[in-house]
C-alpha cells in the first residue's frame, strides 16, 4: 500500500527555519516524482516544490525560490523541504505527494498519493 507521512511542521518565528520530511512506504521513489503543495485556511492548494524520481531536478513557485530548498533522500525513501526565512504568509497545512512519473508535470490533478499533511504556523 502506497503511504506518504508528512512530519516537522510546528510553531516558529518570522525568519526562523524549519524541515520537513515526507517518509514513503509502499513504493520506491526511483519511479515516482515528489511534490510538495500547501494550503492556507480560505485559500485554495497551491504547489510549493517538486523533485524528480531521481532527484537530478528540482522545480519551486517562483515566489518561493531562494527560501525552499527540496531534497531526496532515496535510501531512506524520504523527501525533504528545507523552508528558511519564514514568513507569516508561509503558514498553511503542508502536504507531499506522489506523480508515478520521473519527471514533475506541473499538474496537481497527476499526483494521485498523498499524504495527510503537516501544520507549519509562523508567527511572533
Known amino acids: 500500500q502506497l503511504q506518504l507521512v508528512e512530519s516537522g511542521g510546528g510553531l516558529v518565528q518570522p525568519g526562523g527555519s524549519l524541515r520537513l520530511s515526507c517518509a514513503a512506504s509502499?513504493?520506491?521513489?526511483?519511479?515516482?516524482?515528489i511534490g510538495w503543495f500547501r494550503q492556507a485556511p480560505g485559500k485554495e492548494r497551491e504547489g510549493v516544490s517538486c523533485?524528480?524520481?531521481?532527484?537530478?531536478?528540482?522545480n519551486y513557485a517562483d515566489s518561493l525560490k531562494g527560501r525552499f530548498t527540496m531534497s531526496m533522500n532515496n535510501a531512506k525513501n524520504t523527501v525533504y523541504l528545507q523552508m528558511n526565512s519564514l514568513k507569516p504568509e508561509d503558514t498553511a497545512v503542508y502536504y507531499c505527494?506522489?506523480?508515478?512519473?520521473?519527471?514533475?508535470?506541473?499538474?496537481?490533478?497527476?499526483?494521485?498519493?498523498w499524504g495527510q499533511g503537516t501544520q507549519v504556523t509562523v508567527s511572533s
Open positions: 505527494a506522489a506523480e508515478p512519473d520521473y519527471y514533475c508535470s506541473g499538474y496537481v490533478a497527476d499526483f494521485g498519493s
Open positions: 509502499g513504493f520506491t521513489l526511483d519511479y515516482y516524482a
Open positions: 523533485i524528480s524520481s531521481s532527484g537530478g531536478s528540482t
